[in-house]
């Protein structure tokens, strides 16, 4: 059972890479509304691969940024946001402009390599 759960781990986080290399290609594409809604897939699919290696399985959007806070938050920069919500809703809080989506891309990539090398640390001490 637990190879199936390491498959969507890896599974997911492939597919966080494909949504952010779609951000980016919106995003040149100035389809900055595309580009946003990309990088906040990239950061919902990311955080719920790493909630799942830990088995934790939520199954709303909500729940895995809630689930993510709990137990992960104080491992993660946000950004300066105070938690992993506030983080990923900064999307309801700013304009479809290229300046909103230039930074949010930045910070979904970014997040999704802490996301896989927070992995690969958990990974290494099994």
């Known amino acids: 059972c637990a190879g199936?759960?390491?498959?969507?781990?890896?599974t997911l986080l492939f597919?966080?890479?494909?949504?952010?290399g779609w951000?980016?290609?919106t995003f040149v594409e100035q389809r900055y509304v595309d580009s946003i809604y990309h990088s906040y897939a990239?950061?919902?699919?990311?955080?719920?691969?790493?909630?799942?290696?830990?088995g934790v399985n939520s199954s709303t959007q909500i729940g895995v940024m809630r689930d993510f806070n709990t137990h992960y938050g104080?491992?993660?920069d946000f950004n300066g946001f105070e938690t992993f919500e506030d983080f990923v809703l900064q999307i309801n809080k700013n304009e479809p402009a290229i300046e909103f989506a230039a930074s949010y891309?930045?910070?979904?990539?970014?997040?999704?390599?802490?996301?896989?090398?927070?992995r690969e640390s958990l990974i290494q001490v099994v």
Do not use: H, M, P
């Open 23 to 25: 951000a980016r290609e």
């Open 15 to 20: 597919e966080s890479d494909e949504k952010l």
């Open 74 to 76: 104080s491992d993660f």
């Open 105 to 118: 891309l930045e910070q979904a990539a970014r997040f999704l390599n802490q996301v896989k090398t927070k």
């Open 42 to 54: 990239v950061l919902i699919g990311s955080a719920k691969a790493l909630l799942l290696d830990k």
């Open 4 to 10: 199936v759960i390491i498959d969507l781990v890896a």
